[in-house]
């Protein structure tokens, strides 16, 4: 803690810094590390340590030294030519040189290594659980040179791996003058003979390492880093390729007293003593917390400027010394054992929960126990790399390796993903990677081991470039469209040029930070840091700014946005938020059990039926997740409680309320593929039932959908799972998709046995993989052609319908923050004022002035009325008609009576299941007749809409929310329809597989539709994505909320706060390039396939068209750079089981990630079931000497996970063990 500071032994540690690593098959990563009982006085000056020159062997006659960069000495027990040791606690193998003479000197681990370097008694090669070698040998030949440095001890000369690849020092009088990375370049060390030689200090300081022979042989004089010295030795400033400082350091007695990075953080030390042996006894970070620190014999006590105190019990001294519990600022206890090693084995939290680590001889991890009794275990070979993984319910992974220890094969459930290592080059770097399904990608890649090409299933290529510094310098599409990069010499983009040929440009500061964005058309934004590196000021497009500010101890405590709306923020003694505060006054309250979870949540302002603030509660299980949600009782809504039942692999098995049951199906890869939905009945009626059912091919494409008692869908796909058609013999239909090079949709064809011609759609892509035209032709309709255009900035310009002479052509404008404010519907204007966090404003309204509680109270001559937590309960329209609303514990709209203007009435009531989605409505009119309509859901979509009298389904393209087909059961049978739907995924059709029309819209700015035209009782009520039009009020429900067209935003505030946008209401700024699906996250992108078509990526808008090229590199690297397990664990999470990690089962918000995540066409009610399976362990398992994380740690990082961790009410996290992330 303490920007660090260890509390058991009072050192100050500074973790390495990297200051400057160059592209290699294995990079030479040049860091600095500092820690202040390390006094050993090194290139940098005293504590420091760097790459090369901290490790080092002593050989005696009775031992074997290790010095390490913390400056410790380990010692093994004498090491004569051809012995090996090991050492448990520091989990190291060590070998002389020289004929075998024991079992471990001839273990497998030791095979990688040559014959001449094995049999060498001159050199002494260390190993660790990395698998990397570390050569030392004798270098000091002369007497002379003996007597220059320290004899009888080795240096490090090399450090290697299994594939080759070996990174060499050179030594010259006891000083690293040379370094030779594995991609051949040449270091040259640079010193100054700063201090007269003395005992332990050669007085050599390192003024900088230069670039003195590139990659391909040619020479070079270029600096990577230099460093600054005061007179007494003491490193002080750092500075980077560009010349600017960094770090700077200040010092006593060559004790560390401040550090800081200019424009960044700043932190002071005082000291008991100014010596290595010396302890922190007090530390002051700038702009944050001061803490003191008091040590006794069993524990430290630590006492922060708030009067807080946390104290860190240990038992031994020295080395043998164990952090055994933390006694939180609380006063809750967090317990630690370990082995006889020394190692952990066992974590108990403050509930008391136990979770047990299982260790092999060599301490590696080989068994993981939970709380809940669920045990994972892991199988290794000889050089402690996984070969099998079991769990729960007998799932179980097979890894089959070669020689160097890289998969061959891994085999799961799903099927067995197989890889080829083809370049002799690089035999970490697979050329060929064949999926569980059998589709087969190649990759090629340069001699520095960076990706230059992928070839996909289809032979499809993409190609990627580099510039001389080894820096992404463009990515070619299979269709030939280059997105280029530029980077300056610290590896930071500058400059980003689209396809299109326009470009972006970043402006960084000395510290990296993007600090404006320049674009087309005049587009600019600045970004501002205070003094302490925090984010202070964001100056939008338009002008208009946005502030942090932070309490004294540099937690977030306000937020103002452009329009002057205020967001507040408390916390408790754990530095976890404890009350939020909304421009409109709503406060929230959160409280938490002794481990953490969040156990109630307080809407202050909204009090309930006896008149006391509505509290939430929520109860866990033993392994943390989410059992029950207990709701307040509220004016419209009786209390209830919602109950989460899970299984042994961390599925969610069904949840319960008080209005039915949902429960979960899986596959024996353990991925979701159904559910059975059961409503219970109103009075006097009976329940309601709806079930569906997908089966998924290896790779988790889809293979089948079974929607009720419909007959089945069959998905054909090819490769890796781009889909390729869809037929359905028991509807008479069949499509056929052509992709293009891109597996966008090309070209749909619709096929039944009554047309003698296909209904025909065609598409075509800007070189931004935007819509640029929709085709429909069919042997019964008139040809018609949806044309789009495009500004510089990726927004939509026009759009026209050409072949309907009704149609017009709509023109849009915008401000420049990109905010919607115009369009053009042919002699029709429309013109929004909005302010500057997006609130529409009545017409001749100053949008400086703005909305400062982001309620809107009026617009149009409409007028709003809310309740405390920010639900509105009254529209009251200027004719007389009014709309009353009322909401559940949840927030959830539960109630509504829409009068009209002529006094008729209609009442509906609304009922949710457990996950929160809508299943039944309602409504009773002014003549006493009532109508229930039921729903049915596939995961957040709903599928099927079921009345007395009429049952509608709806088919969705795989993995998204743009309706595909419409079936609807009436007396003759099924009858399907087909969608035809916009560049944004809006329907502007429905048409019969043979083309004739049966319900016709034209596009509206913010309703999504107007002027519809249908065929007798057809309604058509899908909006924008996700949205489903309610006939009684107007509105659309939008999954986690309700959506007002005339508002354009929603009628309740975001369930997952100010993670789904700064205003709380707001739906999208921009309605023609954004969606919201879930009603969730404000401006999503139009992803998934929209009106784009169904296979693959879609290029994004401008703004993010790199990054998602920029992404997929690096995706694919981590994925093919499997050398060491740990990266190679991506590969094996892949075909790890879905596991129901992190699914948010409380409140509306059931999705975390939501639509931004959406892949399967299964269920994602739960949908971060397979996305969070593995890296939820505990990450330190594996270190005898667990970090102690700061306050000012914990609080930056509650204070990213906010509104993950609290305004979605909670998230229940299902820890999968540390074996999974396949340490060694």
């Not at 064949?434 to 890649?445: F, L, N, S, Y």
């Not at 009945?681 to 091919?697: C, D, R, V």
Request: glycine share 10%; with cysteine.
């Amino acid at each position: 803690m303490g920007s660090p500071v260890n509390p058991l032994l009072g050192a100050k540690l500074l973790p390495a810094e990297t200051d400057f690593a160059l592209p290699a098959p294995r990079p030479f990563v040049f860091s600095r590390g500092y820690l202040s009982s390390n006094e050993q006085i090194g290139a940098l000056g005293q504590g420091w340590s760097v790459p090369g020159e901290s490790l080092a062997i002593s050989l005696k006659d009775n031992a074997c030294i290790v010095h390490d960069a913390q400056g410790r000495r380990i010692t093994f027990g004498a090491l004569a030519p051809g012995q090996a040791r090991f050492s448990p606690t520091e989990q190291l193998w060590i070998r002389r040189g020289g004929a075998s003479i024991d079992e471990e000197s001839n273990a497998p681990r030791w095979q990688a290594l040559d014959e001449t370097l094995r049999s060498d008694p001159e050199r002494i090669v260390l190993s660790d659980a990395s698998g990397l070698y570390y050569v030392f040998a004798d270098n000091a030949a002369s007497a002379t040179e003996k007597a220059a440095t320290d004899a009888g001890r080795w240096p490090l000369i090399e450090e290697r791996d299994r594939n080759g690849y070996t990174t060499q020092y050179r030594w010259e009088s006891g000083l690293l003058v040379t370094v030779i990375d594995s991609a051949q370049r040449h270091y040259q060390m640079v010193y100054d003979g700063l201090l007269p030689a003395m005992q332990g200090d050669t007085g050599q300081r390192l003024t900088g390492v230069k670039l003195v022979q590139e990659h391909d042989s040619e020479s070079a004089d270029e600096w990577l880093v230099r460093y600054s010295y005061s007179p007494v030795g003491d490193l002080i400033a750092v500075r980077h390729r560009h010349g600017e400082v960094v770090r700077e350091f200040e010092w006593q007695a060559h004790m560390l007293t401040a550090h800081r990075v200019p424009g960044g953080m700043e932190a002071h030390y005082t000291w008991d003593r100014h010596a290595p042996d010396g302890r922190v006894v007090g530390q002051q970070e700038a702009g944050g917390l001061a803490r003191s620190y008091t040590y006794h014999v069993d524990h430290t006590l630590v006492t922060d400027s708030l009067g807080r105190e946390e104290r860190y019990h240990f038992v031994g001294s020295g080395p043998g010394r164990r952090w055994t519990a933390h006694t939180r600022a609380d006063g809750s206890r967090i317990e630690f054992r370990y082995d006889r090693a020394g190692l952990k084995v066992a974590t108990v939290d403050p509930l008391g929960h136990e979770t047990l680590i299982e260790r092999d001889e060599h301490g590696q991890v080989i068994a993981q126990t939970g709380p809940d009794g669920t045990r994972w275990a892991i199988e290794r070979d000889a050089l402690g790399q996984p070969v099998s993984i079991e769990g729960p319910d007998d799932q179980r992974w097979q890894i089959t390796r070669n020689d160097l220890g890289h998969p061959l094969e891994v085999t799961g459930p799903e099927g067995t993903t197989a890889f080829a290592y083809d370049n002799a080059d690089l035999p970490d770097r697979p050329t060929t990677v064949t999926d569980a399904g059998g589709a087969t990608h190649q990759r090629e890649w340069n001699a520095l081991g960076q990706v230059t090409a992928q070839i996909d299933c289809s032979q499809q290529r993409t190609e990627y470039a580099y510039d001389r510094h080894g820096y992404l310098a463009s990515v070619t599409n299979a269709l030939r469209e280059t997105t280029r990069t530029q980077h300056d010499e610290m590896g930071r983009r500058i400059a980003t040029q689209l396809p299109d040929g326009l470009y972006w440009h970043h402006h960084v500061d000395s510290l990296g930070r993007l600090v404006e964005l320049e674009g087309p058309q005049g587009f600019r934004q600045q970004f501002f840091f205070d003094d302490h590196g925090r984010p202070a000021q964001r100056i939008e497009a338009d002008g208009s700014q946005q502030f942090t500010a932070y309490d004294d101890v540099g937690r977030l405590s306000e937020l103002t946005l452009g329009n002057g709306a205020v967001y507040r923020f408390a916390y408790d003694e754990m530095d976890r938020l404890a009350s939020e505060t909304g421009p409109d006054g709503r406060e929230q309250q959160y409280r938490y059990d002794d481990a953490g979870r969040l156990i109630e949540r307080i809407e202050a302002n909204r009090p309930g039926p006896d008149g006391q603030p509505l509290v939430t509660r929520y109860d866990y299980d033993e392994a943390g997740r989410l059992t029950a949600r207990h709701l307040p009782a509220t004016e419209h809504a009786p209390a209830s409680t919602e109950q989460y039942q899970w299984g042994a692999n961390g599925q969610l098995l069904s949840v319960t309320n008080d209005h039915g049951e949902v429960t979960f199906s899986y596959d024996d890869a353990q991925r979701l593929i159904g559910e059975q939905q059961r409503h219970a009945g109103l009075a006097g009626e009976s329940g309601w039932q709806w079930q569906h059912q997908h089966t998924l091919t290896a790779n988790g494409a889809p293979q089948a959908s079974q929607f009720g008692d419909l007959p089945a869908l069959n998905w054909h796909t090819y490769g890796s799972g781009h889909l390729h058609g869809m037929s359905a013999p028991g509807l008479d239909l069949e499509i056929a998709l052509e992709p293009d090079a891109l597996h966008r949709e090309t070209q749909r064809r619709l096929n039944s046995s009554d047309q003698a011609q296909p209904l025909i759609l065609e598409r075509g892509y800007t070189h931004l993989g935007q819509l640029d035209h929709l085709t429909l032709r069919g042997a019964n309709s008139a040809a018609s052609e949806q044309q789009y255009q495009y500004d510089a900035l990726g927004r939509m310009s026009f759009r026209a319908l050409q072949g309907d002479q009704s149609s017009k052509v709509i023109a849009y404008s915008y401000d420049a923050a990109g905010r919607l404010i115009g369009s053009q519907h042919g002699d029709h204007a429309h013109r929004y004022s909005v302010d500057a966090a997006g609130n529409r404003l009545e017409q001749g309204v100053d949008k400086q002035q703005g909305l400062t509680d982001n309620r809107l109270t009026q617009l149009n001559g409409a007028r709003y009325r809310y309740d405390g937590a920010g639900n509105l309960i009254e529209r009251q329209q200027p004719n007389g008609e009014r709309l009353t609303l009322g909401y559940d514990g949840a927030n959830r709209l539960v109630h509504l009576i829409h009068a009209s203007e002529l006094g008729a009435t209609r009442e509906a009531t609304y009922r949710y299941d457990g996950l929160g989605r809508r299943i039944s409505k309602t409504v009773r009119h002014t003549n006493g007749t009532t109508a229930t309509t039921h729903y049915g859901w596939d995961g957040d979509r709903i599928v099927r809409e079921e009345t007395d009298n009429r049952r509608t389904t709806v088919v969705y393209e795989p993995g998204s929310f743009v309706p595909m087909l419409r079936i609807d059961d009436t007396q003759q049978g099924q009858l399907v329809s087909a969608y035809i739907t916009d560049a944004l995924g809006t329907p502007m059709q429905l048409v019969t597989p043979n083309g004739q029309p049966r319900w016709l819209a034209e596009p509206d700015d913010w309703a999504a539709v107007k002027n519809q035209r249908a065929v007798r009782n057809l309604t058509q009520p899908i909006r924008f994505q996700g949205q489903w039009h309610d006939e009684e009020s107007g509105l659309y429900y939008n999954r986690h909320r309700y959506y007002d067209p005339l508002q354009g935003r929603y009628i309740s505030q975001d369930p997952i706060g100010l993670n789904g946008g700064t205003n709380l209401y707001g739906y999208v700024t921009n309605p023609t390039e954004m969606v919201d699906p879930l009603g969730l996250y404000d401006n999503q992108p139009r992803q998934g396939n929209g009106g784009f078509g169904l296979m693959g990526l879609i290029a994004p808008r401008t703004m993010s068209g790199f990054a998602i090229h920029e992404s997929d590199r690096d995706t694919l690297e981590q994925m093919a750079d499997i050398q060491e397990f740990n990266r190679g664990a991506a590969v094996t999470a892949a075909y790890a089981p879905s596991v129901l990690a992190g699914a948010v089962i409380s409140g509306p918000s059931v999705v975390s990630a939501g639509y931004a995540g959406y892949r399967s066409p299964v269920g994602q009610c739960i949908k971060e079931i397979s996305q969070n399976v593995i890296f939820e362990a505990v990450t330190n398992m594996d270190d005898p000497s667990p970090s102690v994380p700061d306050a000012k740690t914990l609080a930056e990082e509650n204070m990213r996970n906010r509104t993950e961790q609290v305004q979605r009410d909670t998230r229940p996290r299902v820890r999968i063990p540390d074996v999974l992330i396949c340490k060694r």
